[in-house]
């Protein structure tokens, strides 16, 4: 299918899609799974009218290079889930759009160069260590809840390498915090805080963690800038060195706090989720596990592994590509059109709310025979190299694809490396793992599990 844009588009019809009837039965499924049923029942350009608005999704790999990197300038986040997930972020990275998003994505990009975050696998082993001493004095009947784990080990993570160990005092306060604020973007209570002088409940609650996220962030970063210390060569102080090419300016305060929220939200919970994915999915898969386990034994020998061992674990970075196919922690993205654009024969007017799920695309039967299947030797390297480069996006794609992908991979592939090496995870028997579409792809009732030495 060609990605070519027409000159008149007008002419050509528009998608087709579920009746008003079937529309409204979709809307009790999970968004991820009414994107991929649509996209089986209507192909890969479909029109799904809901209460709030139409939906223009988009399933194939052409139409979504065409969207995040040939045309993306055409394509804007102004749409009501980048409005709400603004209140939190405000212009990070993630919401910010034009001139102001690419200065700040220029001066942000040298901090997460693979040559700088490889050091931080230091960093990342010390903090899976610490989960690992804390597991050998469970009992073997213990029932352990992996997302809360993870969700821990990984904020662990991403807080030190951000703030160093300037944030342990406040480390559990700020977790409940982000707990909070990672909630569906369309939710009425999240809906709410875009009237936020409306007085009801939810807006007052969510002010009052705002304000106080806010709080915490400035004052970590006041607290480096007056200790003058540059020395310790985290993030905070690579983003309070860092200056445009052009002008020679660095963040504002504002800029830098939008910045480091979205680095604590973004950095925690997509790691996080995709590790409880992998986990679970190698618990249903024991076959895997063991080949996997022996490769970490046979390179590792029961140590850690750092950024240098990766290459020689290639099994390792199968199984997490896999798992997030299956189970992306970024389950889609909007986007809204300046102009009229054509998908596959279609039309699609300007204005329209535009919709890629990676949930769907990534099961997309043309690129990925029988789906649903777990089976990390489709990311064999050899294999790859056949498949279309826009069918395979847990981290997005193009200019807007997520500056800290290197760091993500990083993390995930050290904390299994070395936590599959001494614990074997097993899913408590009877227990119904049911995904939830929040901000990420999360467990809708957490993953009870029982962890005892291997």
């Not at 003058?228 to 052009?246: C, M």
């Not at 389950?331 to 054509?342: K, L, P, V």
């Not at 799920?357 to 390297?381: I, T, V």
């Amino acid at each position: 299918m060609s990605a070519v844009q027409p000159t008149d588009p007008s002419h050509l019809p528009l998608p087709p899609g579920p009746s008003l009837a079937e529309s409204y039965r979709l809307l009790k499924m999970s968004p991820p799974e009414a994107l991929l049923k649509l996209a089986k029942d209507y192909g890969d350009v479909v029109r799904w009218r809901t209460p709030l608005n139409t939906i223009y999704c988009l399933n194939h790999p052409e139409h979504v290079r065409q969207v995040l990197t040939q045309s993306y300038p055409r394509y804007t986040k102004d749409t009501i889930d980048y409005r709400v997930v603004g209140r939190t972020l405000g212009r990070g990275l993630v919401t910010n759009e034009g001139a102001d998003w690419a200065k700040q994505r220029r001066l942000m990009q040298p901090v997460f160069a693979n040559r700088s975050i490889d050091k931080f696998d230091v960093v990342i082993n010390e903090m899976t260590t610490q989960l690992s001493e804390a597991w050998a004095r469970r009992r073997p009947d213990e029932t352990v809840w992996l997302d809360r784990e993870m969700s821990r080990v990984t904020f662990q993570v991403v807080s030190r390498t951000l703030f160093g160990t300037a944030i342990d005092d406040a480390a559990d306060e700020m977790v409940e915090i982000l707990e909070i604020v990672n909630q569906h973007p369309l939710k009425l209570t999240s809906l709410m805080t875009l009237i936020p002088w409306l007085p009801v409940p939810s807006n007052r609650r969510f002010a009052r963690i705002k304000a106080r996220l806010d709080a915490m962030v400035d004052g970590l970063v006041e607290q480096r800038r007056a200790s003058g210390d540059s020395s310790r060569n985290d993030i905070l102080d690579r983003l309070l060195a860092a200056r445009d090419q052009d002008t020679g300016e660095g963040m504002d305060r504002e800029q830098m706090r939008d910045e480091l929220i979205t680095l604590l939200l973004a950095g925690h919970e997509t790691s996080a989720t995709a590790l409880v994915w992998t986990y679970h999915l190698l618990g249903q898969h024991p076959e895997v596990e063991a080949r996997l386990v022996e490769e970490l034994r046979s390179e590792l020998g029961g140590r850690a592994a750092t950024s240098a061992d990766l290459p020689r674990l290639p099994y390792l970075k199968m199984v997490v590509q896999e798992a997030m196919r299956l189970y992306p922690p970024v389950w889609g993205i909007a986007r809204r059109s300046n102009e009229e654009a054509e998908f596959g024969g279609y039309r699609v007017p300007a204005g329209s709310y535009i919709s890629i799920s990676m949930y769907a695309l990534q099961r997309h039967p043309e690129y990925w025979p029988d789906p649903d299947r777990f089976d990390p030797e489709r990311f064999d390297p050899k294999r790859n190299e056949q498949r279309h480069s826009y069918c395979y996006i847990p981290f997005s794609a193009g200019p807007r694809a997520c500056i800290g992908a290197g760091m993500a991979m990083l993390e995930i592939q050290l904390v299994l490396a070395q936590l599959l090496q001494r614990f074997v995870v097993r899913p408590v028997p009877g227990f119904a793992v049911i995904p939830q579409a929040v901000v990420t792809f999360k467990t809708r009732a957490g993953m009870p599990v029982t962890i005892t030495p291997r």
